[in-house]
């Protein structure tokens, strides 16, 4: 079967991210969507921003909080309280991230990053339809998707109120288009930036 989407499973650090974004950078200018962004303070994590792909180009994948103005700072959609607990604000993740997929789809971008996708927002049906319905559209997708275990550790940390549940019912609505791949720990990574690349480039040069 030839699947129009591609998203990426595995424990958290395991480089999903990193294995997308490197292979969409000779194409950053064709490529719509967001990415999440690591926010460091005192060298510790500190949080998570939502940015536009486009801003992968300046600001990488980590960041400092002192760097970021106040403007920015309204895209943290996960964060550290000073008593040390986490936070998850539904609403920033939400409307950033369908703005910015929505936008890509309307500039014709040749491809769309959707840079984490499985937590509390899965909860809401109106971002679960959007969602899914820009999978279903003619534009490939390629992002990260939560893995069973990622879940359990954010549900655990920020008390998430939804269930893995809403993340199975999300990929049953798109699997025929969808293809996922799982990196496992210890496993040769290769393949999967082979598959990665191949899929970015097809998605790129392809006649719309």
């Known amino acids: 079967?030839?699947?129009?989407?591609?998203?990426?499973?595995?424990?958290?650090?395991?480089?999903?991210?990193?294995?997308?974004?490197?292979?969409?950078?000779?194409?950053?200018?064709?490529?719509?969507?967001?990415?999440?962004?690591?926010?460091?303070?005192?060298?510790?994590?500190?949080?998570?921003?939502?940015?536009?792909?486009?801003?992968?180009?300046?600001?990488?994948?980590?960041?400092?909080?002192?760097?970021?103005?106040?403007e920015g700072r309204r895209r943290l959609f996960i964060y550290k309280n000073s008593n040390g607990t986490w936070s998850f604000d539904n609403?920033?993740?939400?409307?950033?991230?369908?703005?910015?997929?929505?936008?890509?789809?309307?500039?014709?971008?040749?491809?769309?990053?959707a840079d984490e996708l499985g937590g509390m927002e899965f909860q809401r049906d109106d971002f679960l339809q959007e969602v899914v319905k820009i999978f279903l559209s003619?534009?490939?997708?390629?992002?990260?998707?939560?893995?069973?275990?990622?879940?359990?550790?954010?549900?655990?940390?920020?008390?998430?109120?939804?269930?893995?549940?809403n993340v199975e019912q999300f990929k049953n609505l798109v699997n025929q288009k969808t293809q996922i791949i799982l990196l496992a720990p210890g496993e040769n990574k290769n393949q999967v930036v082979s598959q990665v690349q191949a899929f970015v480039k097809k998605s790129i040069t392809a006649v719309n």
């Open 91 to 113: 609403e920033v993740f939400t409307y950033f991230s369908i703005k910015y997929l929505s936008k890509g789809l309307q500039q014709c971008k040749k491809l769309l990053i």
């Open 138 to 165: 003619d534009v490939p997708v390629l992002g990260v998707l939560k893995s069973y275990h990622n879940f359990q550790k954010l549900a655990k940390n920020i008390l998430l109120k939804t269930t893995y549940k």
């Open 1 to 70: 079967m030839g699947y129009k989407n591609l998203l990426l499973q595995g424990d958290i650090g395991i480089g999903k991210s990193t294995i997308i974004i490197d292979a969409i950078m000779p194409y950053i200018d064709y490529v719509g969507g967001y990415y999440t962004q690591r926010i460091l303070k005192n060298k510790q994590k500190a949080g998570f921003l939502i940015n536009p792909i486009k801003n992968i180009k300046v600001d990488g994948l980590n960041r400092d909080i002192k760097d970021i103005k106040p």
